[in-house]
């Protein structure tokens, strides 16, 4: 294997690792998001959050419609 061809996979490879880790840190974070929404909706002590929630929801979104991006990426 010729050296730039090793450069090459090296980079790719790279890539890859940086996008996985990106789509991990993605879900997670809308697991902390998801733990969060629960806790509002289930304590029954103070009112509902409607502001809080609509940005857990929001963001939860975009974090989801990231990882569809980032996934694609890796299928070609």
């Known amino acids: 294997m010729s050296e ?3 450069d090459e996979l090296i980079a790719a ?3 890859v690792i940086g996008i996985l ?4 840190k993605r879900l ?3 697991n902390d998001l998801d733990e969060e929404y629960f806790q ?3 304590n029954k002590k103070r009112p509902i959050n409607k502001k809080r929630l609509d940005e ?3 963001e939860r979104t975009e974090n989801a419609k990231i990882v569809t991006k980032l996934l694609k990426k ?3």
């Open 13 to 15: 490879q790279n890539e």
């Open 40 to 42: 509002i909706i289930e």
């Open 28 to 30: 997670q974070a809308n």
């Open 4 to 6: 730039t061809s090793k």
């Open 21 to 24: 880790f990106e789509v991990i």
């Open 74 to 76: 890796l299928e070609v």
């Open 56 to 58: 857990i929801m929001h």
